[in-house]
């Protein structure tokens, strides 16, 4: 039986090293357990998801993202204080951490810590790596058929059916 590909409503395994436009190594799950997503859902940056399309496990591919295709453009004002106050005490804040923000709209939007200044905290709308071109190397480990549950969630659940630790 050969291997399933790469598509819709599959969940797929892999590691990855991602590089940005001087080489230099930003992220990489070597060392570390495979990432998986499920296929279609947006789990990943659309331009490296289209590239997985097809892929097998055991295929080895290189493809750079522009950054529409990854983690947008940059877009607002930029980073704005808050001070630590704001923050749970027993949080250790970093930068590059990704917090939830409640809007009056009622939808929590995405911010990341971009540094710290004073008392207070950079918050910035941007993802990190918004504007950057992204390099990566990718290794499939594996394709499976996605469960109902995994469908229906839009994410891949862990080996146990339930490792991913949110509310369902
Ligand atoms: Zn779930």
């Known amino acids: 039986m050969t291997g399933l590909s790469v598509a819709d409503g599959h969940v797929v395994s892999f590691h990855y090293t991602l590089r940005?436009?001087?080489g230099d190594v930003i992220d990489s799950s070597a060392g570390d357990e495979p990432m998986d997503y499920l296929h279609g859902h947006g789990g990943i940056v659309p331009g490296l998801e289209s590239a997985?399309?097809?892929?097998?496990?055991?295929?080895?591919f290189k493809v750079t993202v522009a950054p529409k295709d990854?983690?947008?453009?940059?877009?607002?004002?930029?980073?704005?204080?808050?001070?630590?106050?704001?923050?749970p005490d027993d949080v250790e804040l970093e930068e590059g951490m990704q917090f939830f923000m409640p809007t009056k709209?009622?939808?929590?939007?995405p911010v990341w810590v971009a540094?710290?200044?004073?008392?207070?905290?950079l918050l910035d709308t941007n993802h990190p790596m918004a504007g950057e071109t992204l390099h990566f190397e990718v290794e499939v480990t594996?394709?499976?058929?996605?469960?109902?549950?995994?469908?229906?969630?839009?994410?891949?659940?862990?080996?146990?059916?339930?490792?991913?630790?949110?509310?369902?």
């Open 20 to 22: 940005d436009d001087d």
């Open 52 to 60: 997985m399309a097809g892929k097998q496990a055991g295929d080895k």
């Open 70 to 87: 990854g983690y947008g453009e940059p877009v607002g004002p930029g980073p704005r204080p808050v001070p630590r106050d704001a923050f």
């Open 105 to 109: 709209s009622g939808d929590p939007v």
């Open 115 to 121: 540094g710290f200044q004073g008392k207070d905290v």
């Open 142 to 168: 594996g394709v499976r058929a996605a469960t109902a549950d995994e469908i229906e969630h839009g994410h891949p659940h862990g080996p146990d059916g339930h490792g991913h630790g949110h509310d369902h």
